[in-house]
């Protein structure tokens, strides 16, 4: 009798253990395989939007994506469902390596997407020479010491304020204005420092070598150039100056400079740039005005942080540093 009940309880038990299986289904095997997917490389302009797509070669659908590594392109999102990849108009020019990660219950792999944010027709500086023409105050208080220490400025007093702004009623300035010459002194100190990188990499600091290089040569890269005219490199040689980039944020461009003042990396960065016409009433320059405008084309901007000495002693030259607010006006010649 307890062989036959042992056996009915162990019969009732397998019956159950069965019929549990049914009521929660049965355990599948996961056959999914991890998605094969790529980007395709894809060209940008600076302050434009664009999305690029995966394409799938293989696998199974992915549950989710994500960016693993954004190269440095903080301007990119992707959709987590599609791995679509988003670039935002509020970008730099550049190369940029983005890797991005697909999931799902098969496991997971990886792509990258090679995306170039390339330069815009609105802003584009490629191929173009300029020359440094202007560069005018926007801070106030800003007092130029022992500028008569300079070669060739003897004449000046120790103490100069420098005036906010430009000349009141630019371009139409009045030339018996007594107040105009004090407009120009920040402007001639900038156009003296301002040939050191050209004449750094020219090997032309000594004034003997006939140097003054203000030339910037735009490549089609953004790098930098210019062109040699002393004598320690030989006259015509076009040399290595620098790296450039553009950006777009808040609806406007600047281009940034990487320039080097005697191994000492300084960046310029130009917002609010635009290529305009510019009036230029003290042509060809304001040391020798012509009094007969001429209006060019032009890169114009203003330099936030632009740093530059107040105080021309040489016990003094690297402790007055500072960084003012100024506008600038670039040539494009042509």
């Given at each position: 009798?307890?062989?036959?009940?042992?056996?009915?309880?162990?019969?009732?038990?397998?019956?159950?253990?069965?019929?549990?299986?049914?009521?929660?289904?049965?355990?599948?095997?996961?056959?999914?395989?991890p998605l094969e997917f790529n980007y395709a490389g894809t060209t940008i302009e600076v302050g434009n939007t664009g999305s690029i797509?995966?394409?799938?070669?293989?696998?199974?659908?992915?549950?989710?994506?994500?960016?693993?590594?954004?190269?440095?392109?903080?301007?990119?999102?992707?959709?987590?469902?599609?791995?679509?990849?988003?670039?935002?108009?509020?970008?730099?020019?550049?190369?940029?390596?983005?890797?991005?990660?697909?999931?799902?219950?098969?496991?997971?792999?990886?792509?990258?997407?090679?995306?170039?944010?390339?330069?815009?027709?609105?802003?584009?500086?490629?191929?173009?020479?300029?020359?440094?023409?202007?560069?005018?105050?926007?801070?106030?208080?800003?007092?130029?010491?022992?500028?008569?220490?300079?070669?060739?400025?003897?004449?000046?007093?120790?103490?100069?304020?420098?005036?906010?702004?430009?000349?009141?009623?630019?371009?139409?300035?009045?030339?018996?204005?007594?107040?105009?010459?004090?407009?120009?002194?920040?402007?001639?100190?900038?156009?003296?420092?301002?040939?050191?990188?050209?004449?750094?990499?020219?090997?032309?600091?000594?004034?003997?070598?006939?140097?003054?290089?203000?030339?910037?040569?735009?490549?089609?890269?953004?790098?930098?150039?210019?062109?040699?005219?002393?004598?320690?490199?030989?006259?015509?040689?076009?040399?290595?100056?620098?790296?450039?980039?553009?950006?777009?944020?808040?609806?406007?461009?600047?281009?940034?400079?990487?320039?080097?003042?005697?191994?000492?990396?300084?960046?310029?960065?130009?917002?609010?740039?635009?290529?305009?016409?510019?009036?230029?009433?003290?042509?060809?320059?304001?040391?020798?005005?012509?009094?007969?405008?001429?209006?060019?084309?032009?890169?114009?901007?203003?330099?936030?942080?632009?740093?530059?000495?107040?105080?021309?002693?040489?016990?003094?030259?690297?402790?007055?540093?500072?960084?003012?607010?100024?506008?600038?006006?670039?040539?494009?010649?042509?």
């Amino acid at each position: 009798m307890n062989k036959l009940l042992n056996l009915t309880k162990g019969a009732f038990v397998a019956s159950l253990a069965i019929a549990l299986v049914f009521l929660t289904g049965c355990p599948k095997p996961n056959n999914l395989l991890p998605l094969e997917f790529n980007y395709a490389g894809t060209t940008i302009e600076v302050g434009n939007t664009g999305s690029i797509a995966p394409s799938v070669t293989g696998g199974d659908e992915a549950e989710t994506f994500a960016i693993t590594d954004f190269g440095g392109a903080d301007f990119i999102a992707i959709n987590a469902s599609s791995g679509v990849l988003s670039v935002g108009a509020e970008s730099t020019t550049g190369d940029y390596t983005i890797k991005v990660m697909a999931s799902n219950d098969g496991g997971s792999s990886s792509a990258t997407a090679e995306i170039k944010i390339g330069v815009n027709d609105e802003f584009d500086l490629s191929g173009k020479d300029l020359l440094w023409k202007y560069w005018m105050n926007n801070t106030p208080d800003v007092v130029m010491l022992n500028l008569n220490l300079l070669p060739g400025q003897e004449a000046l007093p120790p103490e100069i304020p420098i005036p906010v702004g430009w000349p009141a009623n630019w371009p139409a300035i009045n030339f018996m204005d007594p107040t105009l010459e004090s407009y120009f002194v920040f402007p001639t100190v900038q156009y003296f420092l301002q040939q050191v990188p050209g004449d750094d990499v020219c090997a032309t600091l000594d004034p003997a070598e006939e140097g003054d290089t203000l030339l910037i040569i735009v490549n089609p890269d953004l790098t930098l150039s210019t062109v040699c005219q002393g004598v320690d490199t030989a006259p015509g040689t076009t040399v290595d100056l620098g790296t450039s980039y553009i950006s777009y944020d808040g609806d406007e461009f600047s281009w940034t400079l990487n320039l080097t003042l005697q191994g000492v990396p300084v960046d310029i960065k130009i917002g609010g740039a635009e290529i305009t016409d510019f009036m230029d009433p003290l042509d060809p320059h304001w040391t020798a005005p012509s009094g007969v405008p001429r209006t060019f084309p032009a890169i114009v901007g203003t330099v936030e942080q632009y740093m530059t000495p107040t105080d021309f002693h040489p016990d003094n030259y690297l402790t007055s540093l500072q960084l003012l607010k100024v506008d600038v006006v670039l040539e494009i010649l042509e």
